[in-house]
């Protein structure tokens, strides 16, 4: 089969590898029909992520048709459409009991990581019984695609995590995929302003199309404070991972608020403590645990929540390299989120 193979900072390659086969019973090997590129992935790219070793298949996001499953698996069977879930869960261990799936002893994120992930035409899913979700007939695969990692990651890390109130004011830092995302499930629990801050024109745009009320292009410490009359903020939401922008997070955050940071760091950041020990900031990291994918499948489903709009880009699998090109090259390319078919 083909797969989009890393081996190290900047170099990855389209190649022939063999199809994975069933290793644990249950396993399901599923045919993948769409995936995606995520944010993470170029992270990864940058050498962000050493657990990713050379020749790994990249990708934890897609949609896919499911060809063969082992002996413990109950819940699929060969022909059935599933979404798969970028943190893959036992369901047993102590961690899944505490529906901390992230952090599964035999799972967790592992897809495009340290097992292969599903930029492929093929992908193993270990624990498939509570990795997999059944796609519904007659949904549009493609919104789908995008339940996989980003729909959740956005409310788990950042509205859940800021525990975004009613009449709160929030701001999201980076108005890429993940910001994007955090901002259409924010409205669930109607702020009274969604403050979007990044530098480029057209993502701004995007998201004011999207429900933000304000947007920030430059300056955006001093903007924020400015309307927000020096408070701050309810709820600051870093969803870019680098320093600069829990920089500005830091500097947002009101009394009593929350930080909620999503972003992957690869480095580290300033904490400044010095000036917020005494302000009674709650200070939040997490990795998705993709316990509220069953809620917004079916939220998708009843039409309330329209992750499609976050797809502008189309490329057959076989123009993965050109997919990487644009989705890195973001701005220039307009780019959000991309969607691969085989």
């Known amino acids: ?11 990855r390659a389209l190649e022939e590898k063999p199809k994975p086969v069933l290793i644990d019973p249950t396993d399901a090997i599923v045919k993948i029909t769409h995936t995606t590129i995520c944010g993470t992935d170029l992270h990864i790219m940058k050498g962000d992520v050493p657990t990713v070793t050379d020749g790994r298949t990249l ?14 698996v109950s819940n699929f ?14 369901g047993k261990c102590g961690s899944c009991r505490k529906g901390m799936y992230s952090h599964c002893e035999h799972g967790g994120w592992i897809l495009g990581n340290t097992i292969d992930g599903t930029q492929a035409e093929y992908v193993r899913i270990p624990h498939a019984d509570s990795s997999l979700h059944r796609v519904p007939d007659g949904g549009d695969t493609e919104a789908f695609v ?15 995590n800021g ?39 057209n993502r701004l745009a995007v998201a ?15 903007e924020i404070m400015k309307l927000t009359h020096d408070r701050g903020v309810d709820a600051a939401i870093e969803a870019v991972g680098i320093g600069a922008t829990f920089d500005i997070c830091q500097s947002i955050v009101a009394p009593g608020g929350h930080l909620a940071n999503i972003g992957v760091h690869g480095k580290s950041v300033t904490l400044h403590l010095e000036k917020l020990w005494s302000s009674n900031v709650t200070i939040t990291t997490r990795l998705v645990d993709t316990v509220s994918t069953p809620m917004l499948l079916r939220t998708v489903l009843s039409g309330k929540l329209q992750p499609k709009l976050l797809i502008t880009h189309h490329f057959a699998f076989a123009d993965i390299m050109k997919a990487y090109d644009t989705f890195g090259n973001a701005a220039n390319e307009k780019a959000l989120k991309v969607i691969l078919t085989n």
Do not use: W
């Open 77 to 90: 069977h060969a022909g059935d459409t599933v979404l798969i879930s970028c943190i893959t869960s036992c």
């Open 1 to 11: 089969m083909k797969a989009l193979l890393y081996h190290g900072p900047g170099a």
């Open 59 to 72: 990708g934890h996001e897609g949609v896919g048709i499911v060809e063969e499953t082992g002996a413990g």
């Open 146 to 160: 995008m339940l996989s990692d980003i729909l959740p990651t956005g409310f788990e890390c950042g509205v859940l």
């Open 163 to 201: 525990r975004v109130q009613p009449g709160d004011t929030i701001a999201i830092v980076g108005a890429g995929p993940i910001g994007l995302a955090t901002l259409l499930t924010a409205q669930f629990y109607s702020p009274a302003e969604i403050i979007m801050v990044d530098p480029d024109a």
């Open 208 to 222: 004011k199309s999207f429900g933000a009320t304000k947007l920030v292009q430059n300056n955006p410490v001093e």
